[in-house]
């Protein structure tokens, strides 16, 4: 089968909506409210520690828990600390929904969003400690990366939650999540058997559960999952129809679709 430059845009789309989920089942938020550290072992056997927070749990190494010490030093915002456990020096902070020195990203939820500051602190050049604290400092990328890697997150930006949330479409089939910022804008006619979606009287693109020319993006219950890609006319249209990885990810979090 030859392979078309559109066919490559969507297999592009199903792979970023595939990764974004693998990230995403990383982590979870926690319900506790308590910032104190839980041992864990990933899925690839290796132990690290969870710190629970109200917006999120950070997984952290076990070398890390044993030369840096944590605690919460704010509820509004929510502020945690890291210090060093040699001398007590602070090394860094995150700020959750409050204000810091460098904006990281929000953390994208469904009820909320999270936006996450961090600040770095001034490490005293002359202490005897100095290279060993600046050097524990630096463990503060280990821990965002790690955020990452177990969250949605739109690094450096303050995003509302009105722009990242979804609205659901019912389907025969399944119940479907596409962006809200769409809601107003395009039109959904859910068919039997497909469900189409256009904007001012363009068609943008369908999904159809039954078998027919597209691109089979999985099946649902053993249903096939098709996508019909029409021509659109401008920029907004093509960001509407880049906007089914939304949907994608979605499905691809639910045990009965499979690709």
């Not at 592009?12 to 982590?27: E, K, M, N, P, Y």
């Not at 950070?58 to 944590?70: D, G, K, P, Y």
């Not at 939820?109 to 600046?134: F, K, P």
């Not at 859910?190 to 369908?206: H, I, L, R």
Request: proline share 3%.
């Amino acid at each position: 089968m030859k392979v078309t430059e559109k066919m490559k845009k969507w297999y592009a789309i199903v792979a970023i909506a595939l990764i974004a989920v693998l990230f995403s089942a990383c982590g979870s938020h926690s319900e506790s409210g308590s910032s104190k550290a839980a041992a864990t072992v990933d899925s690839a056997g290796e132990k690290f520690n969870i710190i629970a927070t109200p917006y999120a749990d950070l997984r952290v190494t076990e070398e890390f828990e044993e030369n840096i010490t944590h605690e919460e030093t704010a509820k509004e915002p929510y502020t945690l600390t890291f210090s060093s456990k040699k001398d007590d020096t602070e090394l860094f902070s995150l700020i959750f929904n409050g204000k810091g020195k460098t904006l990281f990203g929000t953390i994208v939820g469904e009820d909320a969003n999270t936006v996450v500051y961090t600040t770095l602190a001034e490490l005293d050049e002359n202490s005897d400690n100095y290279e060993i604290n600046r050097e524990n400092q630096s463990k503060l990328k280990d821990v965002l990366n790690c955020l990452t890697a177990d969250y949605e997150i739109i690094l450096d930006q303050e995003v509302d939650h009105a722009i990242t949330s979804n609205f659901e479409i019912k389907t025969p089939l399944v119940t479907l999540k596409y962006p809200n910022k769409w809601k107003d804008k395009v039109k959904v006619e859910v068919t039997e058997d497909s469900v189409k979606f256009s904007d001012n009287g363009t068609p943008v693109f369908d999904l159809v559960f039954k078998e027919t020319k597209g691109y089979l993006l999985g099946t649902y219950n053993g249903t096939p999952v098709y996508m019909v890609e029409h021509p659109v006319k401008n920029d907004e249209q093509a960001a509407m129809q880049q906007d089914v990885n939304v949907i994608l990810k979605y499905l691809m979090k639910d045990p009965n679709f499979k690709m």
